[in-house]
């Protein structure tokens, strides 16, 4: 009987001290430290009044680009045209139909300089190219111009994405908002073809920079649990933007009223820099703990929720990440950033490079419906993109896209021209392709590198990425050489690297990156196992 007393005092001892010890957890779990994304979850939330408000604003930030980068493919779109003798004579497809006649005036056999061109105006009524006669010995203006616009995209990338990790997210969006608005509002008053390159210039600069901070900032207000779903949707106004300057355009058919039109929404920039909060993330990398706890403030104002109360551990947050004083370098000085960063600027290279070579021609027969078969091919994939990303991860959705995209890309090449209707096919399923793997880009490119450096890195990607829009032209033209040249090229590229994806970490779970250490480790454990 003692034992068995004994034994039970014992056994009541042991459950004592286990409940002591699990309280004593659970007490310490309490009182740990949260990290932001602790912090943001549980003043801000998963999706309130303050989410939708955002999303709304920062959605039409994305659209925006649309018009800035397809608009000049209707405002500057080259009809039918052939040589006149006078300014009032009408248009005639059999002489556009005779290529001599295009250029030349010919009059009973005699052929002259052409100094007067007709245009066909059943498609588009007025258009910069027939106004400034950019036809015959001008048209290479019409291609420079192009070039130039690209130029653009790679000038906005580069620079607004060093200065939102300078300066702040919502100061370099409403700038390239602003940019993109001014410039627009100007192209319409052009008086030559060079004002009205030159201002397409800072309409793709500003368009690109508000996309690419607009999505930043999405990223970093998000929720873990819908960030994958938040940043693939927030491609998806790109789509319909895409859609909307194709039906304007088909509305207005004179491009200086579809410029004016096209621009008049984005005169919002103008009060958005006061009704955006600046990325709490971005402060905390920054020091700026008031401003941070500010910008939570405001949000868990708007969806009645607690003001958080872990201000020392933000601090500390906050000054670790001040200590490292990261810059872009860290990039190309880290080796394990160093390699997913060529990866990842190859991905974006070729992801281009397919994106316009397989859209090249695709409106050749009929400009509205090739511009809208494309862009609902476009948002066909960011809606499948956005199913299938957290389900079977960013690392086998970016190379299996990459791979269809230069398959498509090859079989195009090898159909011959008469077949139109097939290499639209196949263009359109290469387009979708790589509209999802720009989707999936994006976010595992956010994923992958730190807060502090995370836009720069975008930004330099991005930018790597309009080196390859400006060759697309030119290897196009190699078809001069061989007529499958440019599609093989640009496909067997796509499927090169889409190999090269699968050296990339998966970066589906885990939390976004504060810091370089934390980047690092993505991976890691996963190595580790393989190993084993």
Request: aromatic letters at 12%; hydrophobic letters at 50%; proline letters at 4%.
């Amino acid at each position: 009987m003692g034992a068995t007393e004994s034994d039970q005092e014992k056994r009541d001892q042991n459950c004592n001290e286990k409940t002591d010890d699990e309280t004593r957890f659970l007490v310490e779990e309490i009182m740990k430290p949260k990290d932001l994304d602790g912090v943001l979850l549980e003043s801000v939330g998963k999706f309130g009044l303050f989410q939708a408000w955002l999303l709304l604003l920062l959605f039409f930030c994305q659209a925006t680009f649309a018009p800035a980068i397809y608009g000049s493919v209707f405002t500057d779109f080259t009809p039918k045209y052939h040589c006149a003798q006078d300014e009032l004579e009408a248009f005639n497809m059999t002489k556009w139909e005779d290529e001599e006649q295009r250029c030349k005036l010919v009059e009973e056999g005699n052929k002259s300089e052409c100094s007067t061109w007709t245009f066909d105006e059943s498609v588009i009524i007025e258009t910069v190219s027939a106004d400034f006669d950019i036809v015959c010995d001008q048209a290479f203006l019409k291609t420079l111009s192009g070039t130039l616009r690209m130029s653009g995209l790679l000038i906005g990338s580069f620079v607004f994405g060093w200065m939102s990790d300078s300066v702040g997210r919502v100061p370099s969006l409403s700038l390239a908002g602003l940019i993109l608005f001014i410039s627009q509002i100007l192209a319409g008053f052009s008086t030559n073809y060079l004002m009205f390159s030159v201002l397409n210039v800072f309409m793709a600069a500003g368009g690109v920079g508000s996309y690419l901070v607009s999505f930043v900032l999405l990223f970093e207000w998000a929720c873990p649990e819908y960030r994958t779903q938040a940043s693939v949707f927030a491609q998806i106004p790109f789509a319909v933007g895409y859609l909307y300057t194709v039906f304007i355009a088909w509305c207005i058919p004179s491009w200086q009223t579809l410029q004016w039109v096209l621009a008049a929404p984005n005169s919002l920039f103008f009060i958005l820099f006061f009704i955006i909060p600046e990325s709490p993330r971005w402060l905390m990398s920054q020091g700026k703990t008031e401003k941070a706890l500010k910008s939570i403030k405001t949000a868990a104002k708007s969806n009645n929720l607690p003001v958080p109360k872990e201000v020392p551990c933000i601090e500390k947050a906050m000054n670790e990440e001040k200590t490292k004083k990261l810059g872009i370098c860290i990039l190309v000085a880290h080796p394990i950033l160093r390699y997913r960063l060529i990866i990842m600027s190859f991905n974006w290279i070729v992801i281009t490079l397919c994106f316009y070579g397989l859209s090249l021609n695709s409106a050749n027969e009929d400009v509205f419906t090739g511009m809208s078969m494309m862009a609902l091919v476009e948002l066909m994939a960011y809606i499948i993109t956005l199913f299938i990303m957290d389900l079977f991860g960013r690392r086998p959705v970016l190379s299996l896209c990459q791979l269809i995209a230069g398959l498509s890309c090859v079989c195009a090449g090898f159909v011959p021209i008469t077949y139109y209707w097939i290499r639209l096919t196949l263009a359109l399923i290469g387009k979708m392709g790589a509209s999802a793997a720009f989707a999936t880009v994006f976010v595992y490119s956010a994923e992958l590198f730190p807060t502090p450096v995370r836009n720069s890195a975008i930004g330099l990607c991005s930018t790597l990425a309009r080196i390859g829009a400006l060759l697309a032209p030119t290897i196009a033209s190699l078809d001069s050489v061989l007529a499958c040249l440019p599609f093989l090229i640009m496909g067997g590229a796509a499927m090169l690297v889409g190999s090269l994806s699968f050296l990339l970490p998966e970066t589906r779970g885990h939390k976004l990156p504060e810091t370089v250490e934390e980047a690092a480790a993505i991976g890691a454990k996963e190595n580790k196992e393989e190993e084993l």
